[in-house]
């Protein structure tokens, strides 16, 4: 059986996180992308559950080493994600939700292109109702400094440029809305002709 990865993008702070948890409440089978980052934890962060957290060393170590499906570097700091996980969780059939930016997201979708784990891989941008309301969510969280929040919102701007390089999106204005049009495009995404034709014994 082969699951699927639905790689999720949209600006730091638009509600990602809030939509994946809510919508998560639906959903069977499924785990979140843990992601691996030199960025420092916030208050509450779990090393290992929200993020793995490594030393700029360490991380570049597992870039030497081909670990990462995909890495970038995202407000000034190292992201990636490891290779093994995904691969993994899409052989058993489960469902993976990664949170990965605009950068990481072109380069899964080149990798995978003309493969057979392609038809496992969708793609999901959220984008925030106004400028205005992003900016108020990323204040609102309370966990960022200043610099931070306005390297943020830059980062958005250009991030949303890359609106049209997605399959979906979703609008985050009303919580509800957006996780239940996330249930909405899992279910689709599941429905799709090259994913059910890897997974109907009628083609061997
Ligand atoms: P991201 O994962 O995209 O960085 P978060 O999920 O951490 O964003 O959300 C950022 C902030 O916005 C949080 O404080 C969250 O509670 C709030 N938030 C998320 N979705 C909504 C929404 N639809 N309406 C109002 N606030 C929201
Ligand atoms: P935050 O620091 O707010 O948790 O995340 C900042 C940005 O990093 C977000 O845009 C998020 O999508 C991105 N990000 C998180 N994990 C990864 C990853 O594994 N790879 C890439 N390329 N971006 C990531």
Not at 67 to 74: I, R, T
Not at 89 to 112: C, E, F, K, W, Y
Not at 130 to 142: A, P, Q, V, Y
Request: hydrophobic share 40%; charged share 20%; aromatic share 8%.
């Amino acid at each position: 059986m082969q699951g699927l990865a639905i790689i999720l993008s949209g600006p730091s702070g638009v509600g990602k996180s809030t939509i994946v948890r809510q919508a998560g409440t639906q959903l069977a089978n499924w785990c979140f992308s843990v992601s691996c980052t030199t960025r420092a934890p916030r208050p509450g962060e779990v090393d290992g559950q929200d993020y793995h957290f490594y030393t700029k060393e360490r991380f570049e170590q597992e870039i030497a080493a081909s670990s990462f499906l995909e890495w970038a570097e995202v407000h000034g700091n190292y992201y990636g994600t490891l290779r093994l996980p995904v691969q993994e969780t899409i052989q058993s059939g489960g469902l993976m939700i990664l949170d990965i930016d605009v950068q990481g997201a072109r380069q899964i979708r080149n990798a995978i292109a003309g493969t057979a784990i392609e038809p496992s891989f969708v793609t999901v941008f959220v984008a925030p109702p106004s400028m205005t309301e992003l900016e108020r969510r990323l204040r609102g969280r309370g966990t960022e400094t200043e610099e931070s929040i306005q390297k943020r919102l830059k980062n958005a701007r250009t991030e949303l440029t890359a609106l049209d390089e997605y399959q979906f999106c979703v609008v985050n204005d009303k919580l509800e809305q957006a996780a239940s049009d996330f249930l909405a495009i899992v279910q689709a995404a599941r429905c799709r002709t090259p994913l059910q034709k890897a997974n109907l014994p009628l083609f061997d």
